[in-house]
């Protein structure tokens, strides 16, 4: 977290990390984020990408650095640099694969081996445009997040539900708990 006092008024830049199975949806929840643009088919070319998003909160130019894995999952390889400094996390599955959902321990695993800070965590159970298929309930995931005390918000990057919403949350919990270690 960098944080400076220039004429603009007080600016904050956090890093946030998206992580989950390969497929899950996650370059494209950052896309639609950052650019509110889906794509179907295509594939960001293997290595870390992120994109950063400015949000106003009290007044203060809040900066959120989003990284997407961009395939390093793939091949079980996402480094320890990709989580480091990392304020927020969103950890995804796909709520038409079951695989994808029995995976999130393990994220979350690895999220608290790599990170050096307490992480401000949500379950993102995305796709959910595809309710006709689904394979895991919106219990199943508001339980799960329950019980490792995460936020949690079903999402669909094709049809933009809950997308600004579930990055925002993040953005302001991690601005709230860090203006109130300062204050
Ligand atoms: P990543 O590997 O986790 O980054 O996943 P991608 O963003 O590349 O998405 C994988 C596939 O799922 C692509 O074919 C996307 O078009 C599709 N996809 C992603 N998000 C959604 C969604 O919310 N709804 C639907 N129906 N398809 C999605």
Redesign the pocket.
Same mark, same amino acid.
């Given at each position: 977290m960098d944080s400076s006092d220039d004429e603009s008024g007080e600016e904050y830049l956090f890093k946030i990390v998206?992580i989950?199975? !390969? %497929?899950?949806? $996650? !370059? =494209?929840? #950052?896309?639609r984020y950052a650019r509110n643009e889906? =794509? #179907?088919?295509s594939? %960001?070319t293997i290595g870390v990408e992120f994109q950063t998003q400015t949000l106003e909160i009290d007044g203060k130019e809040v900066k959120a650095q989003i990284w *997407?894995? %961009?395939?390093q999952?793939?091949f079980r390889a996402v480094t320890s640099a990709y989580y480091r400094g990392a304020f927020g996390a969103l950890v995804?599955y796909?709520i038409t694969r079951r695989t994808t959902f029995d995976s999130i321990p393990r994220w979350l695993d690895e999220l608290k081996t790599h990170s050096d800070t307490t992480v401000a965590r949500m379950l993102v159970g =995305? $796709?959910? *445009? #595809?309710d006709n298929i689904r394979a895991v309930s919106v219990e199943e995931g508001k339980s799960l997040a329950e019980s490792e005390g995460m936020f949690f918000m079903e999402? !669909? %990057? #094709? *049809?933009a539900?809950n997308v600004n919403k579930a990055f925002e949350m993040v953005i302001r919990e991690i601005y709230n708990s860090v203006s109130r270690k300062v204050l």
């Open positions: 998206i989950g199975d !390969s %497929a899950v949806g $996650k !370059s =494209n929840l #950052l896309t889906f =794509n #179907l088919h594939k %960001a *997407d894995t %961009a395939g999952e793939r995804v796909d =995305n $796709k959910c *445009d #595809l999402t !669909s %990057a #094709l *049809d539900t």
